[in-house]
């Protein structure tokens, strides 16, 4: 597989309600990433047509089934029979949302197919934080089990995520791996309103759940 990147390219924003004339010309700012199986690398007008289409489609389906989501491309891929994928990012009021993400495919004669649907429904939460992003590191950290580390350049962004029925704003905090590769990769979310830790998993063990 030969892969193909496009540096300093923006993420796109599409809200699920645009019209397909914005949906276009959103879609004319590059995607993150290409990659092709066989043939040709795709030309920049190629990946904007195809995006564009995917993304007008992916709209059209969202309005269609009642889903009120932005979204952002993360990637576009094109396979070895010529159909592409569009890969979104789902965001709520600017936030990226765990898990959420949706696929429009669009064939190698430009036609639409019916998205690959993992969105997050009915959302609803406070996108306003109160707890200090150095808190939310260290609260990690003891979690991990790494509470003698210090917090400094560890990354903490924040995520909506929907766990155990309900939605929440959390920091999503990366623990670097150290010289004992024992201790793991652990990612750790922690509320940013109460200050607990929702969930956590070692990213080391599982490859990454993204």
């Known amino acids: 597989m030969a892969a193909h990147v496009l540096p300093n390219a923006p993420a796109v924003r599409l809200a699920g309600r645009l019209t397909a004339r914005l949906a276009v010309l959103a879609a004319?700012?590059?995607?993150?990433?290409?990659?092709?199986?066989?043939?040709?690398?795709?030309?920049?007008?190629?990946?904007?047509?195809?995006?564009?289409?995917?993304?007008?489609?992916?709209?059209?389906?969202?309005?269609?089934?009642?889903?009120?989501?932005?979204?952002?491309?993360?990637?576009?891929?094109?396979?070895?029979?010529?159909?592409?994928?569009?890969?979104v990012q789902q965001y709520y009021q600017d936030i990226p949302v765990f898990g959420g993400e949706a696929i429009a495919h669009v064939g190698a004669d430009g036609r639409p197919a019916v998205p690959t649907d993992g969105l997050v429904r009915g959302l609803?939460?406070?996108?306003?934080?109160?707890?200090?992003?150095?808190d939310a590191v260290r609260t990690a950290l003891a979690a991990a089990g790494r509470a003698d580390q210090p917090p400094g350049g560890i990354p903490a962004d924040l995520w909506v995520l929907r766990r155990d029925g309900a939605d929440r704003l959390v920091y999503r905090v990366q623990v670097p791996m150290t010289a004992d590769a024992r201790l793991g990769k652990p990612v750790v979310f922690v509320d940013a309103h109460d200050g607990r830790v929702v969930w956590q998993f070692d990213d080391l063990q599982t490859g990454g759940l993204r």
Not at 46 to 74: H, K, P, Q
Not at 124 to 134: L, M, N, P, S
């Open 124 to 134: 609803k939460v406070d996108v306003v934080a109160r707890v200090d992003r150095g």
């Open 28 to 87: 004319l700012l590059w995607p993150i990433a290409v990659c092709a199986r066989q043939g040709p690398p795709a030309t920049p007008e190629d990946l904007a047509r195809v995006t564009a289409v995917g993304l007008e489609s992916l709209a059209t389906w969202a309005r269609g089934t009642g889903i009120v989501a932005d979204f952002r491309v993360m990637r576009v891929t094109v396979d070895g029979v010529g159909t592409a994928h569009v890969r």
